[in-house]
């Protein structure tokens, strides 16, 4: 759904319009009835998936861990 809005109603409650905006509503911001900016929500769900998949390439890159390498660094920088 998107909804109109003057500027000057934009600049007096830009922070409940962008609450709006994150819920997912789009914003037509005007100067009188000529529109002017388009406000819409960044969708984060492809920059996480773009995230999750660098981070699977990353991970396959590097060397297995053996249990004993693990243990050996449990008492790493410990006073013995």
């Known amino acids: 759904m998107t909804r109109l809005v003057k500027i000057g109603e934009a600049k007096t409650h830009l922070s409940a319009l962008l609450a709006d905006v994150e819920a997912g509503e789009d914003l037509v911001i005007c100067r009188g009835s000529q529109p002017i900016a388009?406000?819409?929500?960044?969708?984060?769900?492809?920059?996480?998936?773009?995230?999750?998949?660098?981070?699977?390439?990353?991970?396959?890159r590097q060397q297995s861990v053996t249990t004993s390498e693990i243990l050996s660094w449990r008492h790493e920088g410990h006073k013995r």
């Open 38 to 60: 388009h406000v819409t929500r960044i969708d984060r769900a492809q920059e996480v998936t773009e995230l999750r998949e660098t981070m699977r390439r990353e991970r396959s």
